[in-house]
């Protein structure tokens, strides 16, 4: 699940093209893909976010800036894995 480029802002490329304020990656994962954050922590050089579709099983992985955030990742077949469950 990747948005559109009208969902990326230049000013906040880092070098990655797709970079967008906090706000419009929320809003544009959750209308266009149904995808809600499940996941949440820091990664070794900067926090990230899961955003997730129990339905359909859609993801997409945002690294967090202070700006904004940027697509570290998009796949499918997501699934939560309870603790005690054989993976």
Do not use: H
Not at 41 to 62: Q, V
């Amino acid at each position: 699940a990747a948005l559109s480029a009208a969902l990326v802002s230049p000013s906040l490329s880092q070098g990655s093209p797709a970079c967008a304020s906090s706000e419009k990656w929320r809003a544009g994962l959750k209308s266009r893909y149904g995808e809600v954050p499940v996941v949440a922590g820091m990664g070794a050089t900067r926090p990230f976010m899961i955003f997730a579709n129990p339905k359909t099983g859609t993801w997409t992985m945002l690294g967090l800036l202070p700006g904004g955030a940027c697509l570290m990742g998009a796949g499918s077949s997501f699934e939560i894995i309870t603790p005690g469950d054989p993976a």
